[in-house]
T-cell receptor, first 116, second 115 residues
Framework: GAVVSQHPSRVICKSGTSVKIECRSL??????MFWYRQFPKQSLMLMAT?????????EQGVEKDKFLINHASLTLSTLTVTSAHPEDSSFYIC????????????FGSGTRLTVV | QQQVKQSPQSLIVQKGGIPIINCAYE??????FPWYQQFPGKGPALLIA?????SEKKEGRFTISFNKSAKQFSLHIMDSQPGDSATYFC??????????????FGQGTTLQVKP
């Protein structure tokens, strides 16, 4: 089955620093990757959609300069939270799909970011 | 119009019961309706999904019922077990070009199955 690996699973960083989260499709080529943010006891909110080799498309209200997304290859997308602040603390989840495989969105295991 | 409304917010059933979670949508362009199960601190895992050309789909103890005219779909969990205690999300998307459409999630339902 399709597997998406997300790393790290947990990270604590100081306010003002940047943090990079990686999302890898292990056994398929991900033509599209999605990044979500989830606050405690809430639903997943889509932050951005990225296609390999092109710029990410951000959802309304998501600061593109703060949440940098790079989808440089068909198996790797990264989300960098720049100049992190405590309000950026959240659970970040990636999802990957391949249009040639038909329907199916495979999710990573998530990254718990805590900014102190 | 992009929203997917999910109810109830929380649900408690006894072991062996059949919890039912409901979702409603407005966008008639949606053509893929998955259900996800999420445990604390983990990413969502696909349980079962349906397309609008069928009214029901069963996989193991999980059944989706789909009512295209009412724009509603629901998840039934047969013979529920304490291990089914988790948060369940419905979602919807449009095919667009292949399956690269955005997944829109419902608000989630926290299910507790009592022994």
């Amino acid at each position: 089955g399709a597997v998406v690996s997300q790393h790290p699973s947990r990270v604590i960083c100081k306010s003002g620093t940047s943090v990079k989260i990686e999302c890898r499709s292990l056994d398929f080529q991900a033509t599209t990757m999605f990044w979500y943010r989830q606050f405690p006891k809430q639903s997943l909110m889509l932050m951005a959609t990225s296609n390999e080799g092109s710029k990410a498309t951000y959802e309304q209200g998501v600061e593109k300069d703060k949440f940098l997304i790079n989808h440089a290859s068909l198996t790797l997308s990264t989300l960098t939270v720049t100049s992190a602040h405590p309000e950026d603390s959240s659970f970040y989840i990636c999802s990957a799909t391949n249009q040639d495989r038909g329907y199916g969105y495979t999710f990573g295991s998530g990254t718990r970011l805590t900014v102190v | 119009q992009q929203q997917v409304k999910q109810s109830p917010q929380s649900l408690i059933v006894q072991k062996g019961g059949i919890p039912i979670i409901n979702c409603a949508y407005e966008n008639t362009a949606f053509d893929y309706f998955p259900w996800y199960q999420q445990f604390p601190g983990k990413g969502p895992a696909l349980l079962i999904a349906i397309r609008p050309d069928v009214s029901e789909k069963k996989e193991g103890r999980f059944t989706i019922s789909f009512n295209k005219s009412a724009k509603q779909f629901s998840l039934h969990i047969m013979d529920s077990q304490p291990g089914d205690s988790a948060t369940y999300f419905c979602a919807a998307s449009t095919e667009g070009s292949g399956n690269t459409g955005k997944l829109i999630f419902g608000q989630g339902t926290t299910l507790q199955v009592k022994p």
